[in-house]
Nanobody
Framework: QVQLVESGGGLVQAGGSLRLSCAASGRTSSITVMGWYRQAPGKQRERVAIISIDGRTTYSDSVKGRFSISRDNAKNTVFLQMNSLKPEDTAVYYC?????????WGQGTQVTVSS
């Protein structure tokens, strides 16, 4: 079992920055991929960025060049640095982890970007 706890969300003006953190606990040694997803009101959850255990990253087109995902394997933590935030980035952001084919989700953290 893996548990994920996100932090770092909040309210920010357009153009501002936020840094999200996701700390994993439990059987973390088997985690391969970790990622960030988001879900805006009335919309489906979408992938924002993922990072593999060897550091390879993938970003959605909507955040490329503005967001950066990183991972501290020693601390079992994944980060999402969000710059140049836009109102359309407003959503609940969820962290997930893939372990032996099983996906675990965090509880989510709200990010609100005001115009």
């Amino acid at each position: 079992q893996v548990q994920l706890v996100e932090s770092g969300g909040g309210l920010v003006q357009a153009g501002g920055s936020l840094r999200l953190s996701c700390a994993a606990s439990g059987r973390t040694s088997s985690i391969t991929v970790m990622g960030w997803y988001r879900q805006a009101p009335g919309k489906q959850r979408e992938r924002v960025a993922i990072i593999s255990i060897d550091g390879r990253t993938t970003y959605s087109d909507s955040v490329k060049g503005r967001f950066s995902i990183s991972r501290d394997n020693a601390k079992n933590t994944v980060f999402l640095q969000m710059n140049s935030l836009k109102p359309e980035d407003t959503a609940v952001y969820y962290c997930n982890a893939v372990m032996l084919g099983v996906v675990t989700w965090g509880q989510g953290t709200q990010v609100t970007v005001s115009s």
